[in-house]
């Protein structure tokens, strides 16, 4: 099979049996066309033909075009590739098995403060339906911390008002139940009682966030949702939907919720992942600190 052949077969696989999101399958394949396109151009032959020399020496051209994260990132994908490839029999070595992923400066995740979120909601006119969708849809994504493609497939069977929660369905088929508070389970009914309706005709689906044609929102159209909110608004923030993830994060921490249940949340498989918001957490009472104490040390 050739490298193109080769590389759907893997994203077949990632998508029916790894249940990967659409995001990651794209991903995937973007790395295994961009090591392909070296091998062709190098002359080194198909998949099954790469050897660890060859594997470090794709790694060493990378060094030039692409941040460490994102060649830890490929790394990862490659292993991945060929663990696939070796339980199907189509190698029989692993080329990239003792590669080591290249050491990332760890950032803090971006986030907002409580003030300027409360910005970006008083700058919204929930007097209209698109109003009101864009309002309770940014309220959602910031009380929940929930994902854009988890915010996409919300269904109304999914919520419970009365009990004031949402069961999410995350990464890899793993559900979580997520709490809602009392303000997000008033802006859900008042947007399923008007605006909704008026945009979806004929129910003939139950997703919960729609577009204004009525029909159920993409994350493209998620994302330009919010953009649009932050370019009406006069807060001069950026703001992605995945910053309001993280801002969600790090205000449960902030305020003294612990890392296991801000995990559980946020649906990560790993603590670890979950660790970098302590940092963010660690930043903000060192400020409070700073600004507050007698005796911090800041001049007047």
């Keep these: 099979m050739n490298h193109e052949e080769l590389k759907t077969l893997f994203q077949d696989y990632c998508r029916s049996v790894r249940h990967y999101s659409t995001h990651t399958v794209v991903a995937y394949g973007q790395d295994i066309e961009h090591f392909a396109a070296f091998l062709t151009r190098e002359d080194f032959g198909g998949?099954?033909?790469?050897?660890?020399?060859?594997a470090k020496f794709y790694v060493?051209?990378?060094?030039?075009?692409?941040?460490?994260?994102?060649?830890?990132?490929?790394?990862s994908t490659l292993r991945s590739f060929y663990h696939y490839m070796l339980k199907q029999d189509l190698c029989t070595?692993?080329?990239?098995?003792?590669?080591a992923l290249p050491r990332s400066e760890k950032k803090l995740p971006r986030f907002v403060y409580p003030e300027e979120i409360d910005a970006v909601f008083k700058s919204i006119d929930t007097s209209t339906d698109k109003g009101k969708r864009d309002y309770v849809l940014l309220e959602?994504?910031?009380?929940?911390?929930i994902r854009v493609s988890e915010l996409c497939a919300m269904r109304f069977r999914d919520l419970n008002l009365s009990g004031r929660t949402v069961l999410i369905h995350g990464k890899g088929q793993k559900d979580r139940l997520v709490p809602l508070g009392v303000r997000l389970v008033e802006?859900?009914?008042?947007?399923?009682i008007g605006p909704r309706g008026n945009l979806v005709k004929q129910a003939d689906h139950d997703v919960v966030f729609v577009n204004m044609r009525g029909r159920p929102l993409t994350e493209r159209g998620v994302r330009h949702i919010v953009e649009a909110v932050l370019d009406a608004s006069s807060t001069h923030l950026h703001i992605t939907p995945h910053t309001l993830r993280h801002t969600f994060a790090s205000h449960l921490l902030s305020r003294g919720a612990d890392l296991r249940s801000v995990q559980a949340l946020l649906g990560h498989a790993s603590i670890s992942t979950t660790q970098i918001y302590t940092g963010i957490a660690k930043e903000d009472l060192r400020k409070a600190y700073m600004a507050g104490h007698p005796r911090s040390g800041k001049k007047d």
């Excluded at 070595?93 to 590669?99: A, K, L, S």
């Excluded at 802006?187 to 399923?192: I, N, S, V």
Aim: glycine fraction near 6%; avoid cysteine; aromatic fraction near 14%.
């Design 60 to 75: 060493a051209t990378l060094g030039d075009d692409f941040t460490g994260r994102s060649i830890a990132r490929k790394i």
């Design 140 to 145: 959602t994504l910031y009380m929940t911390g």
């Design 187 to 192: 802006a859900l009914q008042d947007w399923f």
């Design 47 to 54: 998949f099954d033909q790469v050897t660890p020399r060859v």
């Design 93 to 99: 070595t692993h080329p990239f098995i003792d590669i």
